[in-house]
């Protein structure tokens, strides 16, 4: 599976923007980027996905570079609820999908 | 509520034994996936079954086993039970089970072995 790098931890403030980025400079061409998010006892939630055109809907916006080899989720206004545990996982080939979990990035989002 | 179900919540049990955990996918999801997320491993994939078929295996012991059935519920068999095993379980379903589908996840049932 490809890999992906993302910060460790990021911060924000309610009510304002947060561009999460996530590094994968060995995408393949049939890779898919997913991004789930974990809320504290919570199991894993689906945020967005795409393949090379940025997708948006109702949770967020994930803006894809030309290349693929990078990504960045945004949360157009942060709310406390969306402090979570954020992952970008690349599901492709013979995967079927399953869900390669990293470490991902802790977002802390303050009042 | 992502409209996957997952019995039971909790679960104790002793070192030795064996558990059954269950998983009820989405309305018209044909495919299902279990992962444990245990502190020091993280959240892993362990099988994925698709319209009742086991399709991708991953880090599962051979002490776990799975099905899926024809009502597309699953079961995730956990037999001589070791206090490592004490972690979540969770249980995700998606439409087709493929790389381009999300997967809508359950919200677990904790294992706590003694």
């Known amino acids: 599976d490809a890999k992906t790098t993302q910060p460790n931890s990021m911060e924000s403030n309610e009510e304002e923007p947060v561009h999460l980025p996530c590094n994968h400079s060995t995408i393949s061409g049939t890779d898919y980027i997913h991004w789930y998010r974990q809320l504290p006892s919570q199991g894993p939630e689906y945020v967005i996905h795409g393949l090379t055109s940025n997708v948006n809907n109702r949770m967020a916006s994930l803006a894809i570079a030309e290349d693929r080899k990078s990504s960045t989720l945004i949360l157009h206004r942060a709310t406390l609820r969306d402090a979570a545990v954020y992952y970008c996982i690349l599901t492709g080939g013979t995967s079927y999908g399953k869900l390669t979990f990293g470490q991902g990035t802790i977002l802390t989002v303050h009042p | 509520d992502s409209g996957v179900t997952q019995t039971p919540k909790h679960l104790i049990t002793a070192t030795g034994q064996r558990v059954t955990l269950r998983c009820s996918p989405r309305?018209?999801?044909?495919?299902v996936y279990w992962y444990q997320q245990s502190l020091d491993q993280g959240l892993q994939f362990l099988i994925q079954?698709?319209?009742?078929?086991?399709?991708a295996k991953g880090n599962i012991l051979e002490r776990f086993s799975a099905q899926q059935f024809p009502d597309l519920h699953s079961e995730l068999n956990l037999s001589s039970l070791e206090l490592g095993d004490s972690a979540l379980y969770f249980c995700a379903s998606s439409t087709r089970g493929t790389s381009r589908h999300e997967q809508y996840f359950g919200p677990g049932t904790r294992l706590t072995v003694t």
């Open positions: 309305s018209g999801d044909l495919s």
């Open positions: 079954y698709y319209n009742g078929e086991e399709r």
